[in-house]
């Protein structure tokens, strides 16, 4: 009922920049939290950046002054806004999002997208 959709993702190279995207669509009633995590190969999913639907942000420190985390309430959109990208920033960056859905009845669930890749040469 509810499809996350992440676009943005490519090759780069260190100090460069990217921007991801993650649009919401289906039976949404509104979104609370919106996040963005990376998980690199070998290693666990991490929270990267968090945005609340009043658009309150908070951030992993590894990623602190270069990216920024924004959000279109009426677009249903999350944005990851990445510069200075660093080697170790490689990963896949999963969106994430915590919805109330409105069909029959009235729930919440978290959602995640598929992933788009991030692959930052040094």
């Known amino acids: 009922q509810v499809q996350l959709v992440e676009s943005g993702g490519g090759l780069v190279q260190a100090g460069g920049s990217l921007r991801l995207s993650c649009a919401a669509s289906g039976s949404i009633f509104s979104i609370n939290d919106l996040a963005w995590y990376r998980q690199a190969p070998g290693k666990q999913r991490e929270l990267v950046a968090r945005i609340t639907s009043g658009g309150s942000a908070n951030y992993a420190d590894s990623v602190k002054g270069r990216f920024t985390i924004s959000r279109d309430n009426a677009k249903n959109t999350l944005y990851l806004q990445m510069n200075s990208l660093k080697p170790e920033d490689t990963a896949v960056y999963y969106c994430?999002?915590?919805?109330?859905?409105?069909?029959?009845?009235?729930?919440?669930?978290?959602?995640w997208g598929q992933g788009t890749q991030v692959t930052v040469s040094s």
């Open positions: 994430n999002a915590d919805i109330i859905i409105a069909t029959n009845k009235i729930y919440r669930r978290a959602y």
